[in-house]
């Protein structure tokens, strides 16, 4: 079974920049969407942002609107979250997750339930 592993978390000061990326871990792994999810210390798993297949339509949580993107290569079975303008309330273990089964009624995929595939989560942590 195919497996999603994340890279790219650390430790950076508020303000800062970092990329993360979901790598898929066969070349042949395809997906309708592929998000990614956050969860901070003592809080729920929260939706952060999401990228259909063709890379074309991504959607965002308010919170991180206008300062993070998502984006996928097809080719490399990859997909990343740039993240700018980092803020200590962003700090949390951030996951990717993948669905192989069309999001019919989740079709911007903010849903934990929308996703089959999930990786092992990435620490970012933003100090003040």
């Known amino acids: 079974q195919a497996q999603l592993v994340e890279s790219g978390g650390g430790s950076v000061q508020a303000g800062g920049s970092l990329r993360l990326t979901c790598a898929a871990s066969?070349?042949?792994?395809?997906?309708?969407?592929t998000g990614w999810f956050r969860q901070a210390p003592g809080k729920e798993r929260e939706f952060v942002a999401v990228?259909?297949?063709?890379?074309?339509?991504?959607y965002y949580s308010d919170s991180v609107k206008g300062r993070f993107t998502i984006s996928r290569d097809n080719a490399k079975t990859t997909v990343y979250l740039q993240m700018n303008s980092l803020k200590p309330e962003d700090t949390g273990v951030y996951y990717c997750?993948?669905?192989?089964?069309?999001?019919?009624?989740?079709?911007?995929?903010?849903?934990?339930?929308?996703?089959?595939?999930w990786g092992q989560g990435t620490q970012v942590t933003v100090s003040s």
């Open positions: 066969e070349r042949t792994f395809t997906s309708f969407l």
């Open positions: 997750a993948a669905a192989t089964q069309f999001p019919l009624r989740d079709r911007e995929g903010r849903s934990m339930s929308t996703y089959d595939y």
């Open positions: 990228v259909w297949w063709s890379g074309i339509s991504t």
